[in-house]
């Protein structure tokens, strides 16, 4: 049987995530910013090697959100689309903390800041998802 959300199980679930916060903060601090325009040219300069490290970084943090995010999903009991459903969230939820943290700094660090926000934000970690969504809910639920 599925059961609705109440108050409570929403602080539970803000609670479980509050610890990682630290993680992504000091993720974000593996960012290496961009180099400064050239005054005479027309187009802003980039570092090729450092876009890529930024790349790879925000890459590992959307793998890490969604290995915790299936764990959480397990651990609730979600199952069909309320799981999938809660991984689209969750994984658009990190991505616009990550947007909104990047954009209040004074040094770029992509290209563009919809990076963040783009098709890899889902898709980049889901089978991570779906790995440890089965794996917690089978050992709470199943075994």
Known sequence: TQSTWGHSECLFFFACLLPFLPFLSFSLSLLQ???PTAADSPE???AADKIQHNVTVLGKIRVFTSILLGCLAGLFGFSGLQGFLFYVVGSLGVGFYLSMTLANE???YFKSQNQMLDAGCITHGMLSFILF???VYDCIYIF
């Open 106 to 108: 004074e040094t770029p």
């Open 44 to 46: 802003p300069l980039y």
């Open 133 to 135: 969504w089965t794996l």
């Open 33 to 35: 910013p961009m180099e």
